[in-house]
């Protein structure tokens, strides 16, 4: 499956953002999903993932009540919605996508390329 992640940009403390992963392929809804994030000179970290069919997410708990992650299998499109934005939310953004349901990298076998989300304070 082939990711394209979109939806970056340069926001303002407090402001809103939708994320979206567009996955090609007919086998969107045979994998988990996932949402990472790395900050210009730290590790890429995990931010929301999502199961096969949708339903409630798993946040990391910097982002817990701010971001939502979900799922449209029919239109094979993954979203992240972030509410609340902090500048320590700065990071590109990649959507993964995997046969489990993990928190770790390694548990994902396709990327997308990353979109820039900058949250100016």
């Known amino acids: 499956v082939q990711l394209q992640a979109s939806g970056g940009g340069l926001v303002q403390a407090g402001d809103s953002l939708r994320l979206s992963c567009a996955a090609s392929g007919r086998t969107f809804s045979s994998y988990a999903m996932s949402w990472f994030r790395q900050a210009p000179g730290k590790e890429r970290e995990f931010v929301a993932l999502i199961g096969w069919s949708g339903g409630t997410g798993v946040y990391a708990d910097s982002v817990k009540g701010r971001f939502t992650i979900s799922r449209d299998n029919a239109r094979n499109t993954m979203f992240l919605q972030m509410n609340s934005l902090k500048p320590e939310d700065t990071a590109v953004y990649y959507c993964?996508?995997?046969?489990?349901?993990?928190?770790?990298?390694?548990?994902?076998?396709?990327w997308g390329q990353g979109t820039l989300v900058t949250v100016s304070s």
């Open positions: 993964a996508a995997g046969a489990s349901i993990t928190r770790s990298r390694g548990g994902y076998n396709y």
